[in-house]
């Protein structure tokens, strides 16, 4: 029974540090754009690199 003085804070503390880790996510914008990077990797590029791009080996 002694332990739950120590467990009960200490769970108290954890909630309160992954409840302010998700509003300052969600505050500084994590969660604005799910699916844009997903399409990106979809995306094909049709236009081939033009000859001044290609790096010279």
């Known amino acids: 029974m002694?332990?739950?003085?120590l467990?009960?804070?200490l769970s108290?503390?954890?909630?309160g540090?992954?409840?302010?880790?998700m509003l300052?996510?969600?505050?500084?914008?994590?969660?604005?754009d799910l699916e844009g990077p997903a399409?990106?990797?979809i995306m094909?590029?049709?236009?081939p690199p033009?000859?001044?791009d290609v790096p010279k080996v």
């Open 2 to 5: 002694d332990i739950l003085i």
């Open 7 to 9: 467990l009960i804070p």
């Open 12 to 15: 108290l503390v954890l909630v």
């Open 17 to 21: 540090v992954i409840a302010w880790v």
């Open 24 to 32: 300052w996510a969600a505050r500084s914008g994590q969660f604005d």
């Open 39 to 41: 399409h990106s990797v």
């Open 44 to 47: 094909d590029d049709d236009n």
């Open 50 to 52: 033009k000859r001044d």
